[in-house]
């Protein structure tokens, strides 16, 4: 659904509906394709050899960078919630979602979120790999060079535009999301090309965040 749209006119406050839940809605998608991924391929590959390098997936403090300081001054992490445990097929981690404080202010909505998850051993890296193509599959993804092992990029669109960066280093898979608005309204679509090299900005300085392995790597 689109909406009509005036760039040039922007309120002069923010309102208390900051439009940001629908970055949730990623966080909430990657978190099925994850349980219906990581449950499919662990039967198939738990006797694969290629262990992982990570014992377990980092807290939400290594999505606050300075790149998300850039991005969204005075941001506030709105949840963060674990996923899974050791024992489960697909692994364990969290998800994690900052978004700008409502109220009146010179920031438009936008939020960021990030998700995280360390498959387990035996096979963690096979596990992690195929965690990462059955969640981007169903996007429309471009390649990300020089990013982990491996790294995609996607757009979509709702009540505004956001993007996603899929990657995964060794057997942790995380994806960095970005969002924002054109104007306080929450309903004017961003421009989708900046919106994705911020993305993508954001998903390095997580991979740069990244703790050091517990395994050699």
């Known amino acids: 659904m689109s909406f009509p749209h005036d760039p040039e006119t922007v309120p002069p406050a923010q309102p208390q509906n900051r ?5 949730g809605l990623v966080a909430g998608a990657v978190v099925l394709l994850l349980l219906a991924a990581g449950a499919v391929w662990y039967v198939l ?15 939400c403090s290594v999505g606050e960078t300075d790149v998300l300081d850039e991005l969204m001054p005075g941001y506030e992490l709105e949840f ?5 445990s050791p024992q489960d097929p697909y692994g364990s981690g969290r998800q994690c979602r900052w978004a700008i404080p409502g109220g009146p202010g ?7 979120t990030l998700v995280v998850v360390a498959a387990p051993d035996p096979g963690g890296e096979t596990i992690a790999e195929a965690t990462f193509d059955a969640t981007v599959s169903g996007q429309d993804t471009t390649p990300v060079a020089d990013l982990g092992d491996e790294a995609v990029a996607w757009t979509a669109r ?20 970005y969002g924002t608005a054109a104007d ?6 961003g421009d989708e090309d900046r919106t994705t090299e911020r993305a ?5 300085s997580v991979v740069t965040a990244l703790p050091a392995p517990d395994r050699a790597y």
Do not use: K
């Not at 439009?19 to 970055?23: D, E, P, R």
């Open 19 to 23: 439009g940001c839940a629908i970055t």
């Open 45 to 59: 590959d738990r006797d694969a050899p290629d262990n992982g390098a990570y014992d377990a997936a980092p807290e």
């Open 80 to 84: 963060e919630e674990p996923l899974g």
């Open 106 to 112: 010179e920031e438009v909505p936008s939020a960021a």
């Open 158 to 177: 709702d009540r505004f535009v956001f993007a996603c960066v899929g990657i995964r280093v060794s057997n942790l898979y995380a994806e960095a999301c």
């Open 184 to 189: 306080y309204s929450a309903y004017g679509y």
């Open 200 to 204: 993508e900005e954001y998903a390095r």
